[in-house]
């Protein structure tokens, strides 16, 4: 038997809620699938299960709220004998605790099912706004959809919405802020900077999109990135975590990428195992994660597995980032703006293009030494951009 | 299409990039990115939306010059009437 836990998706996260089951006991299950979703202070996340088997007991409740690690199903692995009888631990009839929740306006109760609170959530509908349809005024998935349809110019946009918003941005804040506060209380930092001529890349790049549809074309993050994960592959120290004193190195290279959100704040999910992906794939997940992280629908994967942390503000005009990491994290990179700036070769000035990288990394786990060379290696291989 | 057709379509499109960017008050001459909160990975959505909308099939080589309302129109206007 195995037990499907409550995930950690990072170090800020203390506790989840579960929104809801998309499988039911007796249901077979493949590693991989999403099997739930989890309400954190990073928004609504798909749960996958990390074991072949057949979910065997349900044991918690949807709108229960629960600590990381607690045990939310117990899986048969394949092979496995089954209890018996295997029975439906949590009631998908009876109205569960979270089909009624107190309500934080005026004392009042709201009867809604897992979907439309999800859906409510998403769409920043307050569901004491939303009529019920349902048996005894339930509110169903076709209510919260009907109150978000109602016409409205954005100023006359609902306070309710306003504040829904509002309390998920200060959910956010606080998670952030617990997770930097403890970077900066445990983590001793060091920051090195370094110049990158970006000309070759620049070029090189221009002409293998002149090749392709736009559906298809590769923006210059990507090749940072597939050089930070592959330069990476000689310094596997800094793809690594720091916990119980100890620093531990992973096998995966997974960049996690700083992606701002639209209604404030930030999440870093994961590119997994980028130094495997030819650049047009890394492309193509690069894209897919911005607009799940944007819309938000990531999987518990790509944000409890990062391995070291990729941030670019150069388009914000950033010339350069001193970042903080994201614990238990040991390195992060930081990219600046793209900027034209003299290059001296063979006693010639010229124009190029450069970029400034940072590398913010844990004294404990590495020395400035081999954080330079690994920023040398980066820069080594933008030098032939052909290669990544 | 109308101009205004043209506009309205490329304004809903990205509404639904930027969804909480205030549109009326975008000037249409001018580079939206420097409006709005438009990154490079907005702006490629913004473009592949447009080709996949209008069904205008945009060269690579035009990636750049959708950054205004009247660009927009301009490029979309002329491509169109090429398809036509």
Redesign the interface.
């Known amino acids: 038997m195995a037990e499907f836990i409550m995930p950690s998706l990072g170090a800020d996260m203390t506790s989840g809620t579960l929104i809801e089951w998309q499988k039911s006991v007796g249901d077979l299950v493949a590693r991989g699938e999403i099997i739930a979703e989890v309400d954190t202070d990073k928004g609504v996340i798909e749960v996958e299960v990390f074991t072949d088997g057949v979910i065997e007991k349900l044991l918690i409740e949807e709108g229960d709220e629960v600590p990381v690690g607690t045990v939310l199903a117990i899986i048969r692995e394949d092979g496995s004998e089954p209890n018996q009888p295997a029975e439906e631990t949590v009631s998908e009839t009876a109205e569960s605790k979270s089909d009624i929740r107190q309500s934080a306006k005026d004392g009042q109760r709201v009867h809604a099912s897992p979907v439309a609170r999800k859906l409510a959530n998403k769409l920043g509908v307050d569901l004491t706004d939303v009529n019920g349809s349902g048996p005894n005024g339930r509110i169903q998935r076709e209510d919260v959809e009907r109150t978000a349809e109602k016409p409205q110019t954005k100023s006359e946009r609902p306070l309710a919405q306003k504040t829904a918003t509002k309390d998920k941005n200060k959910r956010m804040r606080r998670a952030i802020a617990s997770a930097m506060a403890r970077s900066k209380r445990e983590i001793p930092h060091y920051y090195l900077e370094t110049t990158i001529d970006l000309g070759k890349a620049l070029t090189w790049l221009e002409k293998e999109n002149t090749g392709r549809s736009i559906k298809n074309r590769i923006l210059y993050n990507v090749l940072l990135l597939k050089a930070v994960a592959i330069a990476l592959k000689d310094f596997p120290e800094l793809n690594a975590t720091w916990e119980n004193e100890k620093l531990n190195i992973k096998q995966k290279i997974n960049i996690g990428i700083a992606i701002s959100l639209r209604q404030g704040g930030l999440i870093s999910p994961a590119i997994l195992e980028a130094d495997r992906q030819p650049l047009p794939d890394l492309m193509r997940g690069l894209r897919e994660l911005v607009k799940r992280t944007r819309s938000g629908s990531l999987k518990s994967s790509e944000l409890a597995d990062s391995t070291i942390t990729v941030t670019n503000l150069g388009e914000q005009g950033v010339e350069t980032v001193f970042g903080v990491i994201y614990p238990p994290q040991v390195a992060l990179i930081g990219f600046g703006k793209v900027y034209e700036g003299v290059t001296v070769r063979n006693g010639k000035m010229a124009l190029s293009f450069k970029i400034n990288a940072t590398l913010a990394a844990d004294h404990r786990a590495t020395d400035g030494h081999r954080g330079g060379l690994f920023l040398a290696a980066i820069d080594r291989l933008l030098q032939e951009p052909e290669k990544l | 299409m109308t101009d205004k057709e043209l506009k309205n379509r490329v304004l809903s499109i990205l509404g639904e990039i ?3 960017a ?1 549109l ?1 008050s975008l000037r249409s001459d001018l580079d939206f990115r420097e409006q709005i ?1 438009i ?3 907005d702006y ?2 913004f ?2 939306a447009l ?1 996949e909308e209008f069904q205008a099939d ?1 060269p ?2 035009e ?1 750049t010059r959708f950054t205004s309302l009247d660009s927009c129109i301009d490029q979309l206007k002329r491509l169109l009437a090429k398809s036509e």
């Open positions: 930027a969804p909480e205030d009326d909160d990154d490079s990975m490629l959505n473009v592949i080709d945009i690579e080589t990636y």
